[in-house]
């Protein structure tokens, strides 16, 4: 299902964070979010996944505006992994990710099969099944983000909203992550840091600076060496990747742009 951004307007305390922004992410594509701290990546999919509502402009599921679904509505066709995790759980990581079901479900209503076989899917996918019975308490940071995933995925949602997933995560579980989600072939909007992570899994780019979206479209031709300079004040080289042929960015880790050598 795709899902757009309309003329997005944010304000927080009084001041505008978010403003004018345009985004896409087509059917079974996935779009990245990139910027410098502060640029309004994680404002923008607070508003999506509707923890904050904007003050001006829409966000569109299909042709639907999202602000005209009920909250459990919303809940199957958008799931999310914010930034911010909630504090330790003391479930196990089976009834974690069981969490996921809640919008299909009647209050006091029992698992059924469609909700175990959902369950135990997901953790497989994210590689955590054999720790269905552990502690959540008890896990890694990086651990506790696959679980918190697939918490996501066993909500069968049409749109993915993810805020930083690969935080705490080692490279393997990096890039397992990354490939899950190319594999998926599930709308996706994804925010992250690592410029070469979302050059390598995103299909369309969407760059904020300062609240605004600066620019957008296919990452070899939105990360150029002029546009890094310009929003992340470093000097760096785009070449091709030697062994996936996606845009490579080798920065130069002596010096910064518009800095004397």
């Known amino acids: 299902m ?16 978010v403003s004018g922004v345009n985004l896409l992410a087509a059917e079974g594509e996935i779009a990245g979010l990139v910027g410098p701290n502060g640029s309004g990546k994680s404002t923008v999919l607070r508003t999506v996944y509707r923890h904050l509502a904007p003050h001006a402009g829409r966000v569109l599921l299909g042709d639907t505006d999202l602000r005209s679904l009920s ?10 992994l914010p930034q911010e995790r909630g504090g330790d759980f003391e479930l196990t990581v089976r009834e974690v990710v069981a969490m996921g079901r809640t919008p299909y479900k009647r209050a006091f209503a029992a698992e059924d099969r469609a909700d175990a076989d959902a369950v135990a899917g997901a953790l497989e996918r ?16 990086g651990e506790r983000q696959r679980v918190l995933l697939a918490r996501a995925l066993a909500q069968d949602p049409r749109v993915l909203v993810l805020d930083e997933p690969t935080n705490h995560l080692d490279v393997r579980h990096q890039v397992e992550l990354l490939t899950l989600l190319r594999d998926q072939r599930r709308t996706t909007l994804i925010a992250l840091h690592d410029l070469n992570a979302a050059a390598s899994v995103c299909d369309r780019l969407h760059v904020l600076h300062g609240g605004r979206l600066l620019a957008s479209g296919r990452p070899r031709d939105v990360l150029t060496p002029a546009l890094l300079a310009e929003v992340f004040g470093v000097r760096a080289a785009v070449v091709d990747h030697p062994l996936t042929g996606d845009p490579l960015i080798a920065f130069d880790h002596r010096s910064v742009a518009g800095a004397e050598l």
């Open 2 to 17: 795709r899902i757009a951004v309309e003329d997005l307007a944010v304000s927080l305390s009084g001041r505008e964070v």
């Open 71 to 80: 909250a459990v509505e919303s809940a199957r066709r958008i799931a999310a």
């Open 126 to 141: 994210v590689g955590m099944a054999k720790a269905a019975r552990r502690r959540f308490s008890a896990l890694s940071g």
